[in-house]
């Protein structure tokens, strides 16, 4: 009298899925569309729901543990003769994190609604959710909730250790051996990937960002829906925008293995790496070639709010055909930025920074913007990567062409 749940078809050429953490033991009662289990794929954290209500017989993997699709992720008893969930590996099953609250029937607490980067930020603190009052929609407990809560137990327990957040050590890990999961093991494999599949090909800009500082002030204090949310990195997006407009070569990628063919995408999905408390996450702007300055900078300000809430959702994190990269936003100059699996280039941003430039003979101090234009030489030669990298450097240096339409 049992129902098998197999690992459901999630789309997007994805084959297997980590198990993050079981919502469920052996013997709960569950109920049907109650979330039983976060796991990650190559996209995303996701909660997958019941098809059934029942209690719950036996999980079909552990914690930590990789499940190919169509393998068996749980059985339940729901009262009926042994079914195989068949069906299920058809469609799409995928409940993400923002979808509500979890119901139960079983003993445990409620589970509080909170994103897996969350849950992990409050397991480093030792701090146990249920305590934590989430301010996010929904009553959902958000990092900033979990921040405040560590900040304030502090300073209450610890008052000379004041201005000490309680943040982890950046690049802290206990020694011994620790399993390659989660976003980092996600990360590991598709720069592998990257790194073995792709000739890397990287050239190097430094401009004078004077006019971009002063456009993306000036933009900032218009009265205008986006307009707060244009930052130096949106500018360069809407550059990049128009530059694989132009040449859409860049835009493509290199199908099959070993290359059978390439691909120039019809749309511009830009993805913007950001950098979160799990791991480096890349949501993704589809059709950025649609959208105008503003738009593309309230578009860009969401993805990367949900990206450091952890709620972004499988389709937020596909479909990318080029990537940009600010590691200037922790104060880098110069990097060789990796191409993502699927693309044929990656644009690398430094910070901008006030720097000796040379102005009619004279070396002076002027905000300076480094950029580096990653390519995969097998579809991009000199002459294209120079010429794609001028488009955007030119309209950096006179972003007033931004505003106007190609």
Same mark, same amino acid.
């Given at each position: 009298?049992?129902?098998? $749940?197999?690992?459901?078809?999630?789309?997007?050429?994805?084959?297997?899925?980590?198990? @993050?953490?079981? &919502?469920?033991?052996?013997?709960?009662?569950?109920?049907?569309?109650?979330?039983?289990?976060?796991?990650?794929?190559?996209?995303?954290?996701?909660?997958?729901?019941?098809?059934?209500?029942?209690?719950? %017989?036996?999980? +079909?993997?552990?914690?930590?543990?990789?499940?190919?699709?169509?393998?068996?992720?749980?059985?339940?008893?729901?009262?009926?003769?042994?079914?195989? *969930?068949?069906?299920?590996?058809?469609?799409?099953?995928?409940?993400?994190?923002?979808?509500?609250?979890?119901?139960?029937?079983?003993?445990?607490?409620?589970?509080?609604?909170?994103?897996?980067?969350? =849950?992990? %930020?409050? !397991?480093?603190?030792?701090?146990?959710?249920?305590?934590?009052?989430?301010?996010?929609? +929904?009553?959902?407990?958000?990092?900033?909730?979990?921040?405040?809560?560590?900040?304030?137990?502090?300073?209450?327990?610890?008052?000379?250790?004041?201005?000490?957040?309680?943040?982890?050590?950046?690049?802290?890990?206990?020694?011994?051996?620790?399993?390659?999961?989660?976003?980092? +093991?996600? #990360?590991?494999?598709?720069?592998?990937?990257?790194?073995?599949?792709?000739?890397?090909?990287?050239?190097?800009?430094?401009?004078?960002?004077? %006019?971009?500082?002063?456009?993306?002030?000036?933009?900032?204090?218009? *009265?205008?829906?986006?307009?707060?949310?244009?930052?130096?990195?949106? #500018?360069?997006?809407?550059?990049?925008? !128009?530059?694989? =407009? !132009?040449?859409?070569?860049?835009?493509?990628?290199?199908?099959?293995?070993?290359?059978?063919?390439?691909?120039?995408?019809?749309?511009?999905?830009?993805?913007?790496?950001?950098?979160?408390?799990?791991?480096?996450?890349?949501?993704?702007?589809?059709?950025?070639?649609? %959208?105008?300055? $503003?738009?593309?900078?309230?578009? @860009?300000?969401?993805?990367? !709010?949900r990206g450091r809430d952890g709620t972004l959702t499988p389709a937020d994190l596909s479909g990318a055909t080029f990537t940009i990269t600010n590691y200037g936003?922790?104060?880098? =100059?110069?990097?060789?930025?990796?191409?993502?699996?699927?693309?044929?280039?990656?644009?690398?941003?430094?910070?901008?920074?006030?720097?000796? @430039?040379?102005? *009619?003979?004279?070396?002076?101090? =002027?905000?300076? &913007?480094? @950029?580096?234009?990653?390519?995969?030489?097998?579809?991009?030669?000199?002459?294209?990567?120079?010429?794609?990298?001028?488009?955007?450097?030119?309209?950096?240096?006179?972003?007033?062409?931004?505003?106007?339409?190609?």
């Amino acid at each position: 009298m049992a129902f098998q $749940f197999r690992l459901p078809d999630i789309g997007e050429g994805l084959e297997e899925a980590e198990i @993050i953490e079981w &919502l469920v033991s052996p013997g709960d009662v569950v109920l049907r569309d109650q979330s039983l289990v976060e796991v990650l794929t190559d996209k995303a954290s996701s909660e997958l729901p019941s098809p059934v209500a029942g209690t719950v %017989l036996s999980l +079909g993997a552990a914690e930590g543990e990789r499940l190919n699709v169509g393998e068996v992720l749980i059985e339940l008893d729901d009262g009926s003769p042994l079914v195989v *969930d068949d069906n299920e590996l058809d469609a799409p099953s995928i409940k993400t994190p923002p979808t509500g609250s979890t119901q139960s029937t079983s003993t445990h607490s409620p589970r509080p609604k909170a994103s897996p980067a969350t =849950r992990k %930020l409050a !397991r480093e603190y030792g701090l146990d959710l249920l305590a934590i009052i989430g301010t996010g929609p +929904g009553g959902r407990i958000t990092s900033e909730d979990v921040r405040a809560t560590r900040t304030h137990a502090v300073a209450e327990t610890a008052p000379s250790s004041r201005g000490n957040d309680g943040e982890p050590g950046l690049g802290e890990m206990p020694t011994g051996r620790h399993p390659l999961r989660g976003v980092r +093991g996600v #990360v590991a494999r598709n720069m592998e990937k990257s790194w073995t599949e792709i000739p890397h090909i990287h050239s190097m800009d430094e401009i004078d960002a004077t %006019l971009l500082v002063d456009f993306r002030k000036r933009l900032r204090g218009m *009265d205008r829906q986006g307009a707060a949310s244009i930052t130096i990195l949106t #500018v360069v997006a809407a550059a990049t925008t !128009r530059a694989l =407009r !132009r040449y859409p070569m860049v835009n493509s990628c290199i199908e099959g293995s070993p290359g059978e063919a390439i691909m120039v995408h019809e749309s511009v999905n830009l993805g913007i790496a950001v950098a979160t408390d799990l791991g480096l996450v890349v949501p993704v702007v589809q059709k950025a070639d649609q %959208l105008d300055l $503003f738009a593309l900078a309230t578009v @860009i300000a969401d993805l990367a !709010r949900r990206g450091r809430d952890g709620t972004l959702t499988p389709a937020d994190l596909s479909g990318a055909t080029f990537t940009i990269t600010n590691y200037g936003s922790m104060g880098g =100059r110069w990097a060789t930025p990796i191409i993502p699996p699927g693309q044929a280039a990656i644009l690398g941003l430094g910070s901008v920074a006030d720097r000796p @430039i040379a102005i *009619d003979g004279n070396v002076v101090a =002027r905000a300076t &913007l480094p @950029i580096v234009l990653g390519s995969d030489h097998r579809l991009i030669d000199g002459d294209l990567a120079s010429a794609f990298k001028g488009s955007i450097t030119a309209d950096l240096m006179e972003p007033l062409n931004l505003l106007v339409e190609d």
